[in-house]
């Protein structure tokens, strides 16, 4: 056994346990960049991304949380390094352990967990943790490996993004609602009316309108604020007031007449739908093959637009 190995699994056990790179290296005796150095150079023999690293903490990936108890054993004289080597081998090959994933809930629930099931179904040695939500999830924070998100991309050099699809907003409410309160006929109408907004853990979410003289953001007052998509639709349907949601949430309701759509022409152009992932260094099988799969199996599905498009930053 190497010994610059034993000295690499010291640093990345004790930075495990003690929560920092800081901490591991006064529990050494080390710097703290000889510390960062040992762990970069154990990901890069082992092949696989070990550690989620944010300003605030540390968090295992699965095949950190992996290698993590084999090399406990290794230090204690428990276990061989040529068998850890042997099963860190194996996780590159296929996708195994826990895709962690978060996306929008309806967005979740409508397209992605289809699609997810039948890569499960796929490859047995595989499992998933699911987050859909609609609130703001930081995914490296939160430790998940893949998240979809809606909109441009926010300046974030520790993530990677793929757009796969585009979302429409559609402003729409109840025949019911229309019958007794009437409906706006300009953006700046909407103050006049009853409205529900997505209630998220930030900001609430503004609507946005092109008129001719440039975008129009009305941000209120509300008449309610929910923070469920599929309520405020179910609301809405019910007559409680206007809504705005993408089309894939309110086109089966507008196609039933349940729904109707208001102030069309003033329709913002639609926002992109990503992948976004903490890093492709040291992907493991399950993250690449995932999203490779779930643009390869993305239906055409109208009013979206697929696209291809590359990996950026």
């Known amino acids: 056994m190497e010994i610059n190995r034993i000295g ?52 295992l990936t699965d095949e950190g949380q992996i290698l993590f108890d084999y090399c406990q054993q290794i230090l204690e004289g428990l276990e061989d390094l040529e ?53 703001f999830v930081d995914i490296i924070e939160e430790g998940f490996d893949i998240g979809i998100r809606v909109g441009e991309p926010k300046d974030d050099s520790r993530l990677l993004t793929r757009t796969i699809a585009w979302q429409k907003m559609q402003t729409c409410a109840s025949p019911q609602y229309i019958k007794l309160h009437g409906s706006p006929q300009t953006p700046e109408d909407l103050a006049k009316f009853d409205t529900i907004f997505l209630n998220g853990s930030n900001n609430r979410r503004s609507w946005k309108f092109k008129t001719d003289s440039g975008i129009y ?28 949601l993408p089309t894939y949430i309110t086109q089966e309701s507008i196609d039933q007449l349940q729904l109707i759509p208001l102030l069309e022409k003033y329709t913002v152009e639609p926002e992109p739908i990503r992948i976004i992932y903490p890093s492709k ?17 993305w239906t055409v599905l109208p009013p979206w637009e697929r696209i291809d498009s590359g990996t950026k930053t």
Request: no cysteine; hydrophobic share 40%.
């Open 83 to 135: 068998e850890v080597d042997h099963v860190m081998a194996s996780r590159r090959l296929e996708p195994i352990g826990t895709l962690k994933i978060t996306a929008p809930h309806s967005l979740g629930n409508r397209y992605i967990l289809p699609i997810l099931d039948t890569f499960l179904k796929k490859w047995p040695g595989l499992k998933a943790d699911i987050s859909f939500t609609d609130r």
């Open 281 to 297: 260094k040291h992907l493991s099988p399950r993250i690449r093959m995932f999203i490779d799969y779930l643009v390869e199996q």
């Open 8 to 59: 690499d699994i010291s640093a990345f056990v004790a930075s495990v346990r003690y929560g920092s790179y800081t901490l591991a290296a006064k529990h050494l005796g080390l710097s703290r960049s000889a510390i960062g150095k040992s762990i970069v150079r154990l990901e890069e023999q082992m092949k696989v991304r070990l550690l989620n690293r944010t300003t605030r903490s540390l968090s």
């Open 217 to 244: 953001v009305f941000e209120g007052p509300e008449k309610m604020k929910i923070d469920s998509s599929d309520a405020i639709l179910a609301s809405a349907v019910s007559g409680f007031g206007i809504i705005q």
